[in-house]
């Protein structure tokens, strides 16, 4: 099996800083695109920024510039650093991942999307 692990959410105060981090374990062969996506209440959950296996990233405009996602392939991990945070990032932010698991019983490999537990980031004063 496969699980995602995030840290670093809590309370902050406006123009604060957080950052957050999400660690694969498990059965890994292969990390492809990782990234983390929010849903604040009564809100549909919404892309934040991903990151390809070779760097490449995409960011929300809402975020672009205050942001920024990085990973450790080494590691298996993906950071968010959040900079300058507002009230309106208040929600809960969730890792995501889309990882190439070994399944033995198979003696094959094949493509999973995993999402983290999901870590609260509230924003105010």
């Known amino acids: 099996q496969v699980q995602l692990v995030e840290s670093g959410g809590g309370l902050v105060q406006p123009g604060g800083s957080l950052r957050l981090s999400c660690a694969a374990s498990?059965?890994?062969?292969?990390?492809?695109?990782m990234g983390w996506y929010r849903q604040a209440p009564g809100k549909q959950r919404e892309l934040v920024a991903i990151?390809?296996?070779?760097?490449?990233?995409n960011y929300a405009d809402s975020v672009k510039g205050r942001f920024t996602v990085s990973r450790d392939n080494a590691k298996n991990t993906v950071y968010l650093q959040m900079n300058s945070l507002k009230p309106e990032d208040t929600a809960v932010y969730y890792c995501?991942?889309?990882?190439?698991?070994?399944?033995?019983?198979?003696?094959?490999?094949?493509?999973?999307?995993?999402w983290g537990q999901g870590t609260q980031v509230t924003v105010s004063s």
């Open positions: 990151i390809t296996s070779g760097g490449s990233t």
């Open positions: 498990g059965s890994i062969v292969s990390i492809y695109g």
């Open positions: 995501h991942a889309n990882i190439l698991r070994w399944e033995p019983l198979f003696k094959t490999s094949r493509e999973y999307s995993y």
